[in-house]
């Protein structure tokens, strides 16, 4: 059982009921698998949502082994149908994948997404060419920045991404980084707290206390050390842009390479910045079971180090 593209503006997927879920009835069932309001009135007035390919009322109670059909159309997602030009000039290394994502190691370089309709070489670009064999698209969950690397959510239907959205949200997905940086610190582990807003000079750029300014958390833990600069495991408590970079260079300690937030970072000899998601943890969608996603070290940080 699993996902299935109609066509391009419908998206079916399957799912079969667990010991666990068996005596919910179904308006329970869309629930607990976190499907939004939205889309559950629509699956209802559109019969839409199908137990054994037959449509049935919502106070309906399913049993084990049933089979629940869910299909999502286009007109009903918040955010219009993008597709993305195929590219096939990289193959993006794939962590973990199922029928509803995947979790890629996002090389440093590469961009999450394009910005106009018309622009390849990016992560969405190179896995509309690596999924179309499935028949399926990507659909993004979360970005990392160009210049760093690692595990990075993928969608293959429209439907999970609320559902990660709720888990970002909700604090359920979460996401570890480890970064070389400029400079030593007083304690071994700490956080940052400080508040992330937009650089009114720099339309680029964000910084401390910034214009409109958001509440900001980020965990750090000193991994090891040389003569000049340290390695730290960072966790993200809240998704600010630039998060990391900002709080890490705000704190006089920039992470090494970083071509916004380090100065005279060209002078330096390595060629990227040394920003790393290293672990990412979540539930899978449509289950309890939790996850952990390990992206290897780059060669840079271990040359470095």
Do not use: C
């Amino acid at each position: 059982m699993g996902l299935a593209m109609v066509n391009q503006n419908e998206w079916t997927t399957q799912l079969v009921v667990t010991d666990q879920e068996a005596g919910l009835n179904i308006r329970e069932l869309l629930r607990l698998w976190l499907i939004p309001k939205r889309l559950q009135h629509y699956l209802r007035v559109r019969e839409d949502v199908r137990i054994n390919n037959s449509y049935r009322p919502y106070n309906t109670h399913v049993v084990t082994g049933d089979v629940v059909t869910l299909t999502v159309r286009a007109d009903e997602l918040q955010t219009p149908v993008q597709t993305y030009l195929p590219d096939d000039h990289l193959t993006l290394p794939i962590l973990f994948e199922n029928d509803q994502l995947l979790v890629i190691n996002k090389p440093s370089g590469v961009k999450s997404h394009p910005n106009r309709t018309d622009e390849a070489g990016t992560v969405m670009n190179f896995l509309t060419t690596q999924l179309a064999p499935q028949q399926v698209q990507p659909w993004m969950v979360h970005r990392l920045d160009m210049a760093t690397s690692g595990a990075m959510i993928v969608a293959k239907t429209p439907l999970v991404v609320p559902i990660l959205d709720r888990q970002i949200s909700d604090k359920h997905i979460q996401r570890t980084y480890q970064a070389w940086v400029s400079g030593h610190f007083e304690q071994a582990t700490g956080e940052f707290t400080d508040a992330i807003g937009r650089n009114p000079e720099d339309r680029r750029k964000r910084m401390i206390n910034g214009e409109n300014a958001q509440s900001a958390l980020t965990q750090y833990e000193v991994l090891d050390t040389t003569s000049t600069a340290s390695l730290v495991s960072l966790t993200l408590k809240t998704g600010r842009t630039h998060q990391l970079r900002v709080h890490l260079a705000g704190n006089g300690h920039p992470i090494i390479g970083d071509p916004l937030y380090q100065p005279n970072a060209e002078s330096f000899s390595h060629q990227r910045m040394l920003l790393h998601a290293v672990k990412l943890s979540l539930i899978l969608p449509f289950s309890d079971k939790r996850v952990t996603i390990n992206a290897p070290l780059p060669e840079a940080f271990s040359r470095f180090g």
